[in-house]
């Protein structure tokens, strides 16, 4: 796929070239770029390993590169498999082990269909694109983490109803896509002893919750 770039916090980034996903993709990266992550802290946090579901270009990394400069070791994974081809070319530019990993992360049974119109412009299904099967990732499988960003279109609570490794998480921040899932989502965060993050607004739908000695 063409690409174009952009700037971001570390400098040049790569998304897709052509018509409407190009102007979507931009819109999404920008926001990432622009601050919706940010939160009050005194200091960079000292974590290591970020697990990002739902990656799409990466632009969550690229920031999170500039955020947690002592970042070093990344799990990248997206359905969308042309978006983890231009993923690829922007962990390249990063000094940062990354692996990339195409796949859906859910407790549904296979064989899974979703519509990708919401993150990259188009209308088919996974499974109508090129005959290709997207593959599944349950969330009880999900590594251990320092960070865990999670942006995959409704299925957030899902994903923390299952994840092993909440405890040890430090910082977590997730888009929430269905609104009978903001109390449920935080009631999970609290009781792994979590609490939100400073210096956000309680209407936004992008949350970031930090544990209580995540600055130590």
Known sequence: ????TIYGPLGSFHIPADGEVSRHSEA?????????????????????????LGCNCGAFLHWAKWWW???????LI?????????????CEA????????????TSAPMP?????????????????????????VLPSDLPPC?????????????I???????????????EYHNAEYKDPLAKICRDSGMVPAPGRSEESWVKVWIRNDSSS
């Open 1 to 4: 796929m063409k690409t174009r």
């Open 28 to 52: 999404c990266c920008m926001g990432v770029f622009n601050g919706e992550y940010l939160y009050e802290r005194d200091r960079p946090e000292t974590v290591r390993y970020l697990l990002d």
């Open 69 to 75: 400069p002592a970042l070093k070791h990344a799990h």
């Open 78 to 90: 997206d359905p969308n498999i042309e978006a983890l081809g231009i993923c690829d070319l922007n």
């Open 94 to 105: 990063l000094d940062i082990i990354s692996t990339v990993e195409w796949a859906a992360v």
């Open 112 to 136: 899974i269909y979703f519509k990708v119109i919401d993150n990259w412009g188009g209308s088919k299904t996974m499974n109508e694109m090129d005959g290709m099967t997207v593959l599944r």
């Open 146 to 158: 320092d960070v865990l960003k999670i942006d995959t279109e409704g299925t957030e609570l899902e």
């Open 160 to 174: 923390l109803s299952d994840y092993p490794h909440l405890h040890s998480v430090q910082i977590l921040l997730y």
